[in-house]
């Protein structure tokens, strides 16, 4: 597996998803929208499914045309944007149901997981085994624990070592290590 390769080619993701980014792109909305067209995804709609495939090959575009400090601005920018149901108030619960609101934006086959496991009162390590790039789950995950942590809270986001295992290189998954 490796960054914008969707695992299976029957996958399909929801418009929400696709419309999220774009509105995340800011100057680069009219861009993101001219380089969905050319892939096939012409004026997204939320709640229409389109192929992950093609939606990966705009994402990939996109990404080589913004640079990867941009693709992570937007990964940054969705849990702002993001409607979290009531009740929802500590990291530890939003990382824990990420991969729920992964999955309900996801079908028609094997589309990849988050999973979190705790490490201590406000620590914890998330895999992220999905296509998505490294650059734009490092700022997703960042956005998501500074929403949701205290407002005094600095978080602290690291790539498990060793060197390679990041899906820029192939590996399945890219790990992390968060502290908020
Ligand atoms: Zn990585």
Request: hydrophobic share 35%; aromatic share 10%.
């Amino acid at each position: 597996m490796t960054e914008f390769k969707a695992f299976e080619p029957s996958v399909e993701v929801l418009g929400d998803v696709v419309l999220s980014v774009v509105h995340a792109m800011g100057a680069f909305k009219g861009l993101a929208l001219q380089i969905l067209d050319r892939h096939g995804i012409s004026e997204p709609q939320q709640h229409l499914w389109y192929p992950q495939q093609a939606w990966l090959d705009a994402f990939a575009t996109l990404a080589e045309e913004v640079g990867p400090s941009t693709v992570s601005q937007i990964g940054r920018q969705i849990p702002r944007q993001a409607n979290y149901r009531p009740g929802l108030h500590s990291v530890d619960a939003v990382l824990l149901e990420l991969d729920e609101a992964y999955k309900s934006t996801h079908r028609g086959g094997e589309a990849g997981s988050y999973s979190f496991r705790p490490t201590g009162l406000r620590s914890g390590f998330v895999i992220c085994q999905t296509p998505y790039p490294c650059d734009f789950e490092r700022g997703l995950l960042s956005a998501l624990a500074t929403r949701f942590a205290s407002c005094e809270s600095l978080v602290d986001l690291q790539h498990e070592a060793p060197p390679g295992q990041c899906k820029k290189h192939g590996h399945t998954s890219c790990d992390y290590h968060l502290r908020w």
